[in-house]
């Protein structure tokens, strides 16, 4: 059990649309702006090979690709996949065996014109890749916001008689919604707000 004057509430929108979490006395105006913002999934999967055997891409998009986005890391053998709305959506049945073997298909045409899949196989080492749609302590992986509901990240902020402040990337009222940039300085604007409140 904690005490304090103040807490700074960042839960992920799809926890608080779950409906398991309970704020005593309840905050109907909070929970409604949290079930009026989408929550969307992303599929990521990072692919960590033996050795880098192509130069350092930057971004690539792969138009119609099961994974569309890729980006190497010019740190090492790194490459990252991902896949954002539909195209996770469509992805989130995958196992990752499943997404492993895509994945090195698309990589294939990509960096080899599509012959070097057993190539790619071979220099593997490890493919990581995390469910957010399953996750219980996050339950999607970002918020958007859907036709009018532009006041819905300022409703979710607004805090709540001067001891509860909400920050996160769902509080975000500029153009860097949905990114970690955003929630970081969400997170500023609460400490701010708190304070002030002295």
């Not at 990589?107 to 990581?128: C, E, K, T, W, Y």
Request: overall charge negative.
């Amino acid at each position: 059990m904690y005490s304090g004057g103040a807490a700074v509430v960042t839960l992920p929108v799809g926890v608080l649309k779950a409906g398991d979490l309970i704020f005593e006395p309840s905050l109907p105006d909070k929970i409604e702006a949290a079930h009026g913002l989408e929550f969307g999934n992303v599929a990521k999967v990072i692919f960590h090979f033996r050795d880098t055997t192509w130069d350092d891409f930057g971004f690539i998009h792969v138009p119609n690709a099961p994974i569309p986005t890729w980006w190497s890391d010019s740190r090492g053998p790194i490459i990252t996949g991902w896949a954002g709305g539909a195209y996770a959506d469509s992805l989130l049945k995958f196992s990752t065996k499943q997404l492993c073997t895509t994945g090195l298909e698309i990589l294939s045409r990509i960096l080899f014109n599509g012959a070097a899949v057993p190539v790619l196989r071979r220099q593997l080492l490890a493919v990581h890749y995390h469910n957010w749609a399953e996750d219980p302590d996050i339950l999607g992986a970002y918020s958007y916001i859907p036709v009018n509901g532009m006041d819905l990240p300022k409703l979710l902020a607004a805090p709540v008689a001067g001891t509860l402040f909400f920050a996160g990337e769902a509080t975000v009222t500029d153009a860097q919604t949905g990114t970690v940039f955003g929630a970081l300085e969400t997170g500023q604007r609460a400490a701010r707000e708190i304070l002030a409140m002295d």
